[in-house]
C-alpha cells in the first residue's frame, strides 16, 4: 500500500510517483476508474469545477499540486507565486478529490534529468512568443504527470486555452492513452476570469481587470458582426490600454482547434478571441469564443 | 479482436494502433507480460537476439517495423534504406516474436503532427553532433513506440550505444512505466558489428570494415594500459584512415552512463569506446566497453 500521510483536512496526499501508482493501481485492481486535475495550487473554484468534472466521468479523482520551475522564465513570479497546501487541500476535499499528489522538485526533476517536450504550431503565437520558455516546460511536465498517474481521463481548464490545445497535441502525437478534456472557464461576478494570480491585485487593479472580459465579449460581438479582425484586435488593445491596463501582449482571433490566425479580413467559422494584458507587475489572461 | 493479417510466415502482423492495442490489451486481461523490439527492418541475428533477449523476460514479445523519415536528414539514406517485410517476418518468426506491428507512416504521424521529444546531455557529442536532427527522431519515435505498445520491457542493441543512452534518459525523464534493456553487439565472424548497412558494401569495402573492431580493441587495450585518451583517440582515427576507411566523424572514450568525457589524461573507471566512420557512402558505428 502506498504511504499515505493525512492532511488537516483527511484529504490523502502522496509525495512520490511509487505511491500514486501504487494508490493508482489499487483504485485500477478495483475496477476503478480515475481522473487526474494538474494544478499549480493557489486554488479557486476555478480548479474546484475541474475535480468535480472528473468525478462526473471517472471513479475517482487525482490532483497534482507542483509548482513547476520550468514553466516561469527567471524574471518571472515562481518564487512569489503563492502556496498554501492545507488550504489546498481542504478546498479539495471539499470538491470530493480523492488524493492530492504533491511531489516535491527533486521528485519531479532527480539530477541529470534532460529530456524536454515541445510542440510547435499552436505554440507560434500569442504566449509562445510572448512567454519561449513558458510551453516547453508546460509540455514536458503535463507529460510526466499524464504517465505518473495514468489516468483514464485529464481535466484542464480552458483559461489557459492555448496551454490546452498544446496539451491536446502533446497527448495525441506521443500516444498518452488518455481523454484530455477541456473545463469551461470559471468568472467571478463582474466576468473577471478566476485566476491565482488575481491575488496580486489591489483594489483600484481588481476594478480595472474586471473590465478585461467586457472588453472581450464587445469584441466578439464585433467579430459577429463581421468586423475585420484585424480591426477587432486593434480596437480591444486600444480599449484595454484606455481601461488602465499598463501594456497588451495580445488580443487575437484564432481558429480554436489550431490556432491559426483568422482575418485581416472578417472571421470565418468558428472563433477564438485570446488576450493577455499586463496591470503593474501582474500579467493576466483570458478568452471567449463560440 | 484486432484486425491480424497473417504473413506467409505466418507472424501475425498489426498495422495500426488501435489493432496494437487491443492485441497488447488481450494478453493483459490473460495476465500475460509483453516485451517490445522496435526495429527499422532489415533485419540481421542482431535484432533477432533482441527478440530472443526479450522472450526471456516476457511471455509475448512484439516487434516493431518502421523506417522512421524523421531521423533521416534529408542527405542520409532514407530512400535508399533496405525494406523487405515479408524476409523480415520469417526471421521474427523464426525468433519466436508473437506479433509485428508494422504502420505506414501516416499512422505513426497524422496531419497536423507537431510534438518533438528532444533530450540534451548524452546527444551533445558524437552522433548528436555528426546527425543533429538525428537524436530528437528517434526519441520522439521511441516516446511513441512505447506509450503505443506500452511493454513490460523494451529491448535495444547496444550497437547504437548513444541511442541506447538516449532511451534510457527519455524513459526515465518522461516517466514511462517500461524497463529499459540493451544487448550486447552481435557480430560476424570477422567481428564487424551486425549492421543493415552493411548490405551497402561491396567485396572490398567490406574487407575494411572488418577492420574496424580490431582497431577498437586495441585502442581499449592502450586505455587499460594507461595510455592517455587523446593520444588513443588520434591513434584510432589515423589507423582507421590507414585501414581504408574514407572518413572519420570521430573516436570518443567516454563514461557509459552518461557519455562524459574522458581524459585527455589516462581514462579513469568505466570506458566505452565509441567510433563513426565513412567507407564510401556507408556510414559505419561501433563500439567497445567494460
Given at each position: 500500500m502506498p504511504d499515505l500521510d493525512l492532511l488537516p483536512s483527511d484529504l490523502p496526499v502522496v509525495r512520490t510517483v511509487a505511491d500514486l501508482r501504487a494508490q493508482v493501481r489499487a483504485w485500477r485492481a478495483q475496477g476503478l476508474t480515475v481522473g487526474l486535475t494538474p494544478t499549480m495550487g493557489a486554488l479557486h473554484e476555478g480548479h474546484l469545477s475541474l475535480v468535480r468534472l472528473a468525478r462526473t466521468r471517472t471513479d475517482r479523482v487525482v490532483a497534482s499540486l507542483f509548482v513547476n520551475p520550468?514553466?516561469?522564465?527567471?524574471?518571472?513570479d515562481f518564487e512569489a507565486y503563492p502556496r498554501d497546501e492545507a488550504g489546498d487541500a481542504a478546498l479539495l476535499a471539499s470538491a470530493g478529490c480523492h488524493l492530492l499528489f504533491a511531489p516535491g522538485v527533486e521528485e519531479m526533476?532527480?539530477?541529470?534529468?534532460s529530456t524536454t517536450v515541445t510542440v510547435t504550431g499552436v505554440t507560434a503565437s500569442m504566449d509562445g512568443l510572448a512567454r519561449p520558455s513558458h510551453f516547453p516546460g508546460v509540455a514536458t511536465i503535463v507529460t510526466k504527470l499524464l504517465n505518473q498517474c495514468a489516468p483514464d481521463v485529464a481535466v484542464f481548464g480552458e483559461k489557459d486555452f492555448q496551454q490546452l490545445q498544446v496539451i491536446r497535441r502533446l497527448a495525441a502525437d506521443l500516444d498518452l492513452p488518455v481523454e484530455i478534456m477541456g473545463a469551461p472557464i470559471v468568472r467571478a461576478a463582474d466576468g473577471l476570469a478566476l485566476s491565482s494570480?488575481?491575488?496580486?491585485?489591489?483594489t483600484e487593479q481588481r476594478a480595472i481587470a474586471g473590465r478585461f472580459n467586457l472588453i472581450l465579449v464587445e469584441g466578439l460581438a464585433r467579430l459577429r458582426r463581421d468586423v475585420a479582425v484585424s480591426d477587432v484586435e486593434a480596437w480591444a488593445v486600444a480599449e484595454l490600454l484606455t481601461a488602465?491596463?499598463?501594456?497588451?501582449d495580445y488580443v487575437e482571433a484564432r481558429t480554436?482547434?489550431?490556432?491559426g490566425r483568422l482575418g485581416p479580413g472578417p472571421a470565418q467559422g468558428p472563433t477564438r478571441l485570446l488576450a493577455a494584458a499586463h496591470i503593474g507587475r501582474t500579467r493576466l489572461i483570458d478568452n471567449m469564443g463560440d
Open positions: 520550468t514553466q516561469f522564465a527567471p524574471h518571472e526533476y532527480p539530477a541529470g534529468a494570480r488575481n491575488a496580486y491585485l489591489d488602465g491596463f499598463d501594456r497588451v480554436p482547434a489550431d490556432l
